[in-house]
């Protein structure tokens, strides 16, 4: 890979490790669920009249939409306006690469190689320590329902994986913008009903420019330009040498959290935080292992 193509990838994962910092800045503009219908809105307008919308099913886009927008943003939103921090946050929410393994063994029949399973054993005894620190410590800022609700985000965020397997190889941008579109009712829906009318007017009137920034680089910095930029990466490249910058996420999601919002590094959580991305790597090293073979022959 050339340096500029690295310098690419690095500074995709760095937008994507970091934005967790801007979504706390955001969630203090916005409740979470009207949060995640804005950066949705934005994702979706103006880009599905620049993407042509992909070959796929509309029911695929829907499913991906109300997944990635109710599911997997709705809840991490949720959860991170008062039950876990930012930096814990983009650590447990990489537990989606272990769903999506699982899932993809119930609904294809694939089997675990034995590099995965200690893998899998690796990132539960992580998320373990952080479930043991649940409430014990003050400075821990992680409660069990944040856990929960990152955990269970993390689960829709694997579903859609599975769905935009079944896809194909289409335009992850186009996919992005237009299963952005379906993100926008489920979204607002639930806004009107657990955040209320007079909430969401507040939220509208009175946010800061600043509120309104992390609005929009939730959806051109990471959707846009992220997506758009890995996919670009992807078609370039193996995916064995683009995906493991793709580890340095919750690197970046801890240390930013730690320098901009003071988050404290404790020793448990850089324990949780190797043994998650220890299993992270050896997963990774196992799917490059079962794709060499196939190349010799």
């Not at 009249?49 to 099913?57: E, I, L, M, T, Y």
């Not at 447990?92 to 399973?117: D, H, K, N, P």
């Not at 944040?146 to 289409?170: M, P, S």
């Not at 064995?240 to 999601?253: I, N, S």
């Amino acid at each position: 890979m050339p340096l500029s193509h690295l310098f690419l990838a690095l500074s995709v994962v760095f937008i994507w490790g970091t934005n967790f910092v801007v979504i706390k800045w955001g969630l203090a503009d916005f409740p979470p669920f009207l949060y995640a219908a804005l950066r949705f809105f934005f994702s979706a307008l103006p880009w599905i009249f620049v993407f042509r919308r992909p070959a796929v099913p509309w029911t695929s886009l829907a499913a991906v939409g109300t997944l990635l927008g109710a599911g997997q943003f709705g809840l991490l939103y949720w959860a991170m306006q008062h039950d876990i921090t930012p930096g814990l946050a983009s650590l447990v929410v990489q537990s989606q690469v272990f769903f999506t393994i699982l899932m993809a063994m119930v609904l294809t029949g694939e089997r675990l190689r034995w590099l995965q399973g200690v893998a899998l054993i690796l990132a539960v005894v992580g998320y373990g320590v952080v479930a043991w620190h649940t409430g014990a410590d003050p400075a821990a800022a992680v409660t069990l329902t944040g856990l929960a609700l990152v955990l269970a985000a993390a689960f829709c965020w694997a579903c859609a994986n599975t769905i935009v397997r079944r896809a194909g190889k289409v335009n992850a941008a186009a996919f992005m913008a237009w299963s952005s579109l379906f993100a926008i009712i489920p979204t607002s829906l639930i806004s009107l009903s657990v955040e209320g009318p007079q909430q969401i007017a507040q939220a509208l009137l009175h946010a800061s420019w600043a509120g309104w920034s992390t609005v929009l680089w939730q959806a051109l910095g990471n959707t846009v330009f992220g997506f758009g930029a890995w996919n670009w990466l992807l078609a370039r490249h193996p995916a064995a040498t683009v995906a493991p910058t793709a580890l340095l996420v919750p690197v970046f999601g801890m240390l930013s959290s730690a320098l901009l919002l003071s988050e404290a590094l404790q020793a448990w959580k850089l324990t949780a935080a190797a043994l998650v991305l220890g299993g992270l790597a050896l997963n990774l090293y196992a799917g490059r292992q079962r794709v060499k073979p196939a190349g010799r022959a």
